[in-house]
């Protein structure tokens, strides 16, 4: 049996309680753990370490070799040439890699929230009718003309000087507020000594108890004069209402002239898809609710026209997206083109060539280094007049999304060898009984390579000094 050197205890014994720290969730798998130990095991034929290797009669546990590292033994040439140029390659390769599989699969039809099947509301006079698609919208074309705006009603009273006093007899007076639902008897206290203004609004106090169908308030036309209005709460006919003093008791309404009406009670009335509608207020609902629709203006007998489709500004924003992501991968693979397979990178190439007629025809020149033009005006403009056919040119089943995507998460998901240059990271050679750190290199995918590199700069962190 092998005796191990009492500070190789030390170190054992540290590492063995930090692996104990590292959730479950985030200890290595064993492919990653492997890799560990063949890089160990390369470490071993180095000299001066031989001491710290006492492991050749069975394989190392996960602790020991962390041990290893962290005793300092001196960098493998493996090692000195991931740490300097293969590893910040692989991890911008990896970076721009999910970075294009996430915009990519947000425009791909298997992505049943992608932007092309979020719905908005255009508007050929977004100043005169707006509206909003909800969930269950459908796509559809609306033709409608506003004839007038739903309002309600608006008294205003007489114009009086602020300070004056008020000739009214003191006491109570009392008012009928009539409205859809009924009447209701208010009473106002005047004193002598009251103003206009006190007066008016001991009036807009007593509308504004009831919290009913009528909103009141003071205006000040000019410094020295007041006036009170009274409003619907609510647009339309049905919401219309009465002032009149109650008889024998009073002539607050006659006095303050707020009986009078400014501007009726009004219905919505407009012609939609051809048929004539009246509404009490100024929202027309369609497809059952899952399309609202604003009525701002009247169109002066315009006819407006509504397209419920596919969100362009959504649809916008994410082909920006992947074009900028597209970008970031061909920049990331033209500056690590030393450290990987030409025919990879022939092959990235080639792919782009296959896709450039396509998406030159909504805008899109694709990237032959870092950058990819977008010329949102065309895809605009395409979008405007056959959104159906910039939809299968982007989220089609042979769409760029879905070729792009599954390019992308090939990358991500295959061994290292399907793309590193073989001086670095070979081709997969045959298993044997003691794998070596390029077969395990060759072997491991982009997501397990960062998950390790993530583990072990969490384990060298929080070791204690």
């Known amino acids: 049996m092998t005796t191990r050197p009492p500070q190789q205890y030390a170190i054992l014994g540290r590492i063995e309680r930090n692996m104990a720290l590292v959730p479950r969730s985030r200890r290595p798998p064993i492919a990653d753990t492997a890799l560990v130990k063949a890089l160990a095991s390369d470490m071993d034929a180095q000299p001066g370490v031989a001491d710290l290797s006492p492991f050749r009669e069975r394989l190392p546990s996960q602790a020991q070799l962390v041990a290893q590292a962290l005793a300092g033994a001196p960098p493998t040439l493996l090692q000195r040439q991931y740490l300097a140029r293969v590893g910040p390659a692989l991890t911008e390769l990896a970076r721009t890699a999910g970075a294009l599989a996430a915009t990519a699969n947000a425009l791909s039809p298997a992505n049943g929230l992608n932007a092309f099947n979020q719905l908005g509301v255009e508007s050929s006079a977004p100043e005169l009718v707006g509206g909003v698609a909800l969930v269950g919208a459908q796509p559809a074309v609306h033709r409608l003309a506003v ?35 009924g009447s209701t008897t208010l009473a106002v206290q005047i004193d002598p000594s ?33 006036q009170a209005v009274a409003a619907g709460r609510s647009p339309g006919r049905a919401a ?72 362009r ?36 190439r080639a792919l782009l060539e296959e896709l450039s007629p396509l998406a030159a025809s909504i805008g899109l020149t694709l990237p032959t280094d870092a950058r990819a033009a977008l010329d949102t005006t065309l895809l605009n403009s395409q979008l405007l007049r056959d959104p159906a056919s910039v939809r299968r040119t982007i989220a089609g089943p042979d769409g760029l999304a879905q070729r792009l995507a599954q390019f992308a998460n090939d990358v991500m998901s295959s061994p290292l060898s399907r793309f590193g240059a073989p001086s670095l990271i070979p081709r997969l050679p045959r298993a044997s009984s003691h794998p070596t750190p390029t077969m395990l290199l060759a072997g491991n995918t982009l997501s397990s390579l960062l998950y390790a590199q993530l583990l072990a700069q969490g384990l060298l962190i929080n070791a204690p000094t």
């Open 147 to 181: 004839q007038q705006l739903a309002n309600p009603q608006r008294n205003l009273s007489l114009l009086l000087g602020r300070a004056t006093p008020t000739r009214l007899v003191a006491g109570s007076h009392r008012l009928i507020v009539r409205d859809a639902t």
């Open 194 to 226: 009251d103003t206009h203004e006190i007066a008016l609004g001991e009036l807009v106090r007593a509308l504004n108890s009831l919290n009913g169908s009528v909103v009141a308030s003071l205006l000040f036309p000019t410094e020295g004069t007041v």
């Open 240 to 311: 219309a209402f009465e002032l009149a003093d109650a008889p024998d008791s009073g002539a607050i309404v006659a006095w303050s002239g707020l009986g009078n009406v400014e501007r009726a009670a009004s219905d919505a009335a407009l012609v939609l898809d051809g048929i004539s509608v009246t509404l009490p207020n100024n929202q027309v609902d369609l497809q059952a609710g899952a399309v609202q629709v604003e009525l701002k203006a009247p169109t002066a007998g315009q006819e407006v026209l509504l397209t419920v489709g596919p969100d």
């Open 313 to 348: 500004p959504a649809v916008l924003r994410a082909v920006e997206l992947l074009a900028g992501a597209l970008g970031a991968m061909a920049g990331a693979l033209e500056a690590a083109a030393d450290v990987l397979l030409p025919a990879f990178v022939a092959e990235f």
